[in-house]
């Protein structure tokens, strides 16, 4: 599969002047297959890195006394949601006021499962969407909807984001603001509205700043023979860094 460049394709560029190719939900879905079943990481060590970085943005957005913040991460049942368990146990493992809330947690997938049985091991709390909304909250990490997004969130997942975003806590999305196609941008029902996006590997051609809020990109640890397995030009945006700011042109 290679990338085409369209009128409509969005750029993206690092502070550095590095440009970093967008792709469809459909190249990424062939990135992820091709590292999975060829060249790795396999979909732990992808999900492990996801979780970190979102954990240490987190910690940089929220500065000075981060650690007394009353953190909660909204977590759906797939890859996202596994990247968003992994964030909440790396920020209860270092003594954050951490509350992890899955969106319908007879549902998860097995990965994420996995990441829900090593977060229970921690100090973070895990509660239920109908009680999510009892304390204040002081940061929001959304890990519902990843690049799947089919149709309009239902059920409790679209419950979650109206909750989110009528807290008027400050919001940090995993990969895009659930709800947003990756592809094409459209919200065809809820979506999040975040003041930081943390998107993953590759930003998706759907993503703008106006829906992303601060934009950055992650690095999942994927050898650029992936990348170029789908015709990608890419040249490493990350230089001595995990994670790096994107402007979008």
């Keep these: ?21 967008a792709v469809t939900a459909d190249q990424m879905r062939a990135v992820d297959r091709i590292a999975i079943e060829e060249t790795g990481p396999n979909l732990l060590q992808m999900m492990e890195n996801a979780g970190r970085s979102l954990a240490q943005l987190a910690i940089a957005v929220l500065g000075q006394g981060w650690d007394k913040a009353r953190v909660v991460v909204l977590a759906g049942v797939g890859g996202n949601g596994g990247g968003g ?12 006021n951490l509350r992890l809330c899955l969106a319908e947690p007879d549902r998860l997938r097995d990965v994420p ?5 090593i977060f229970q091991f921690t100090s973070g709390q895990e509660v239920d969407a ?13 890990a519902l909807i990843g690049y799947s997004l089919r149709s309009a969130p239902r059920g409790p997942v679209a ?6 975003n009528g807290t008027h806590a400050p919001i940090l999305s995993l990969d895009l603001p659930s709800g947003v196609d990756a592809t094409s941008g459209e919200t065809p029902g809820d979506g999040i509205k975040p003041q930081w996006t943390l998107t993953l590997a590759l930003p998706k051609t759907g993503l703008s700043l106006e829906k992303t809020g601060n934009l950055f990109l ?18 490493t945006p990350f230089g001595n860094c995990f994670w790096v700011p994107l402007t979008d042109r």
């Design 159 to 164: 419950e979650l984001i109206r909750w989110a």
């Design 1 to 21: 599969m290679s990338i085409r460049a369209t009128e409509t394709t969005r750029r993206f560029f690092t502070q550095t002047g590095i440009e970093v190719p």
């Design 130 to 142: 109908a009680r999510v909304g009892e304390e204040p909250v002081d940061l929001i990490l959304d």
């Design 85 to 96: 368990i992994c964030a909440a146990r790396h920020l209860a493992n270092r003594g954050a």
């Design 113 to 117: 499962a996995y990441q829900r049985r």
């Design 218 to 235: 992650a690095d999942l640890g994927i050898p650029i023979e992936t990348y170029h397995r789908i015709g990608l030009s890419y040249v």
